[in-house]
């Protein structure tokens, strides 16, 4: 960051304006535990960056999943998320963007609340690597504003593509926590078996409590959370990437509703959970 006199506030943009021809309806309005995919992606968004705007094309701005949202309406000639994208930068030109697609039913608070925790503003993104061939996956991404101009220069060049525009120029790629986060969904079939998928992993509420070291570093000794970790080994993951623990499970013991437990012990909605580093465990 040397030389960057500050960083940039992080809005939220929510890519909503394709034209869904494989799925043959719009994705947007598909509906996952009687949510649809646009409110769910808007509202996670919202959980972490304000304000959150959804990224529309002129003839979807009176369409009725949208239309209740603040709305950025493609203003370049073209289509494809590298429009939405250069359309934000042009309605806020100092702000960055947290990009997300509205197609990611598996994305989890976790997972983009690391994607937040690596941010490098010196480069024009940063992004999460696809765990099918190691590509940028540029649509669950931080823009920086100095992908602006490039973009723009990208797109006078015929470039169309936003992995192709992050494989050529600066940008901070990133292991992802979770494989399934990314997947998207194009197809009846591949939304079918992700309603399927989702109705059987119903999140559940735990009360996690933090000692120690663990206590600083997530900035509050406990708290209720949302989760679909189905032990303490898959909720301390998620954790590590919320809150970046430093500590390793080694290094811990975990209890279970006040029962030391292993890790692999299977949770249930109500649980208490502890993780206890050594200077607590004794």
Known sequence: MSGQQSIAPLYGLILAGGSSSRMQRDKASLEYQGQTQLDRAYGLACRHVLPVYVSVRAAQVAEPTRAAKPMIVDSFPGEGP???????????????????AC????????????????????????????????????????????????????????????????????????????????????????????????????????????YALMREQAGRSEETLETQAGNPADLYAELVARYGFTLSREQLKVAVNSEFCDWSRQLAAGDAVVFIPPVAGG
């Open 103 to 210: 197609d990611l039913p598996f994305l989890s608070d976790a997972v983009v609340q690391h994607l937040l925790r690596e941010r490098d503003a010196s480069k024009h993104a940063t992004a999460y690597t696809s765990t099918f061939d190691g590509l940028p996956e540029p649509l669950c991404a931080i823009w920086e504003p100095s992908a602006a101009a490039a973009l723009q220069g990208y797109q006078n060049g015929a470039g169309t593509c936003p992995r192709k525009f992050l494989i050529r120029h600066a940008s901070k790629l990133i292991e992802p926590i979770d494989a399934h986060a990314l997947d998207n969904i194009n197809t009846p079939e591949e939304y079918s078996r992700a309603a399927a998928e989702l109705r059987q992993t119903t999140p559940m509420q735990l009360k996690v409590q933090y």
């Open 82 to 100: 590298i429009i939405g994208i250069r359309s934000a930068f042009s309605a806020h030109p100092h702000a960055a963007w947290l990009v997300l």
